[in-house]
């Protein structure tokens, strides 16, 4: 931490406590948030963060992203997409997209003006990327595009996907490329706004594209066949950023915890003074404390540019994990209203579930981490 990351912190923190805490319910029963969440975060400066100032950005690092991660879970917000929009759309356009598409589109996506999503997974195939069928034909001058892309974070309300597309569907991992469409293109369409367990103020929703035009220069890359080698190497930052979210929700989760177990009393005694209590609260504290030495270790390697795939993944299962373990004993020392939904630590027990799925499940992590012993 600098005193800059801290004058981030505290921004973050006030813009969560103001804009996002106090509009969860309403946001789960529409299942989106207000989309002027998005142009009120761009005017205080929070889109974009790690973002060159040249293209409208921020012009900070990954560590500017992640304090304004760990503020929005420590908020109770599972709501707004923005380590989608900010941490993994943001830099697909900064790294692959052409100096021209650059200055068009990341002021946009910096100001708010411009909600991104990235479409990769489709029906019926989770995380078999190479499996996708959502083809991209060359005509001319354009690509025509035509498929259906499921469970898409931000989906309600982008206005600009990077979508994970087939240019040759006999090339297998070879033949996938990434081709950025914006919504207002003729044919694409948006389905339903998907009714989920957890993250319900989140507008996850099923994309359609129905031979939709777009320039060769949405292209992300110098050529066709690219997308599975840029996936692969933008997905240990995604990872990561799971795990952000993943620590600091659990260590949200005890502090609400702990100060519950001060004020409940139970058999005329307060309930961090059974000695059951106090044992689970310190099997939790441990936990954290493990988890967040290694992240902050992966967080400080990724700003080296050291980070290698197998430790994303090592820290995302790990992460995920324990924040499925220690959020469940949280709802337990608070008891029936552990499983009310006024109550954050229940909202967060729901929203951490998908944790071990989205971003590649923890199967899939365990067996690339198995693939490097």
Not at 113 to 138: F, K
Not at 244 to 261: H, K, N, P
């Amino acid at each position: 931490m600098t005193e800059e990351l801290d004058d981030v912190r505290d921004l973050a923190r006030t813009f969560c406590r103001n804009e996002l805490t106090p509009h969860q319910q309403r946001w789960a029963e529409q299942k989106r948030v207000d989309r002027e969440v998005w142009t009120k975060a761009g005017e205080v400066g929070l889109l974009a963060l790690s973002v060159p100032e040249e293209y409208g950005g921020g012009g900070g690092t990954f560590a500017h992203e992640a304090v304004l991660y760990e503020e929005q879970a420590r908020s109770g917000d599972s709501a707004w997409g923005v380590t989608v929009h900010n941490g993994i759309v943001a830099h697909y356009l900064l790294a692959y997209a052409s100096e021209e598409k650059k200055r068009e589109w990341l002021p946009k996506l910096a100001s708010g003006e411009y909600v991104g999503a990235i479409a990769m997974t489709e029906p019926g195939t989770g995380s078999d990327l190479q499996s996708i069928t959502t083809r991209a034909v060359r005509d001319g001058d354009h690509y025509v595009i035509n498929g259906a892309k499921t469970f898409i974070t931000n989906g309600a309300l982008a206005d600009l996907v990077v979508v994970a597309v087939k240019t040759d569907p006999d090339a297998g991992a070879k033949g996938i490329s990434l081709i950025v469409v914006e919504t207002s293109t003729p044919g694409f369409r948006r389905g339903r706004v998907l009714d989920k367990v957890g993250l319900r103020g989140q507008d996850t929703a099923e994309l359609f594209f129905d031979d939709v035009r777009v320039p060769v220069e949405n292209l992300l890359g110098d050529e066709e066949g690219q997308g599975f080698i840029q996936l692969m190497q933008q997905l240990p930052q995604e990872r990561l950023i799971i795990a952000i979210t993943a620590v600091a929700g659990m260590e949200s989760a005890i502090e609400q915890t702990i100060a519950y177990t001060k004020e409940r009393s139970a058999f005329g005694r307060p309930l961090i003074k059974f000695q059951n209590t106090r044992y689970k609260l310190a099997e939790a504290a441990t936990e954290a404390a493990v988890a967040r030495a290694f992240l902050d270790e992966c967080i400080e390697r990724h700003l080296r540019g050291e980070l290698d795939v197998q430790s994303a993944a090592m820290v995302k299962l790990w992460s995920t994990e324990r924040v499925n373990k220690v959020v469940d004993e949280c709802v337990q020392l608070f008891g029936g209203y552990g499983y009310m939904t006024e109550y954050p630590i229940a909202r967060a027990w729901a929203d951490v579930r998908v944790s071990r799925i989205f971003g590649g499940t923890n199967e899939i992590m365990k067996d690339i981490i198995s693939r490097t012993l």
